[in-house]
């Protein structure tokens, strides 16, 4: 089982150095690419850990034996409250199969539930099998709306949902 960590301005260096890892293992599943976040300044990275402590949006890094193995994030819509987007998703391949991906998932759910969120949404591109056959095996399916995925218009994105 992993320990996890909200992520706080405490955490910005863990934070970074978690988020650059996942974007270099798997730069298919991330909305921004390694070297475009690579140009972040400490003050964005710093911005960015300080933005999941506001009370709408939520990051978690989980540790395995020590070592960070996992991220996710969630951020409440602006546009309705009710609805959550579940991003940054990764687990380390060392992990992998471990049960990190759930506990993960599991933390983001009951944040989301205490803060009235009522369903999860999320993005994962059409390559991606191993990843949309996880979340759909936590309850997750896919809304039909698919678009071009951001860093690589030939690969599709879809859109998946689940009520919580």
């Known amino acids: 089982m992993a320990e996890l960590h909200a992520i706080t301005p405490l955490l910005t260096e863990d934070y970074k150095t978690v988020r650059l890892r996942a974007l270099k293992d798997a730069p298919l599943s991330c909305g921004s ?14 911005a960015r850990a300080t ?13 395995t034996d020590g070592k960070w193995s996992g991220l996710a994030l ?3 819509l602006e546009s309705d409250a009710t609805r959550g987007e579940l991003i940054s998703m990764w687990v380390a391949p060392e992990a992998r199969r471990l049960g990190v ?23 994962v591109t059409s390559v991606n099998l191993s990843a949309l056959d996880f979340y759909h095996s936590l309850g997750f399916a896919k809304t039909g709306r698919i678009e071009p995925y951001p860093n690589d218009s030939a690969i599709d ?7 919580i």
């Open 33 to 46: 690419t390694y070297e475009r976040e690579l140009q972040l300044t400490d003050q964005d990275w710093l």
């Open 51 to 63: 933005r999941l402590t506001n009370g709408r949006d939520i990051g978690f890094l989980a540790r």
């Open 74 to 76: 969630c951020l409440i």
């Open 101 to 123: 991906g759930r506990q993960l998932i599991r933390a983001i759910e009951q944040w989301a539930l205490s803060h009235g969120v009522k369903t999860l949404k999320l993005m």
């Open 157 to 163: 994105e879809h859109e998946m949902t689940k009520a």
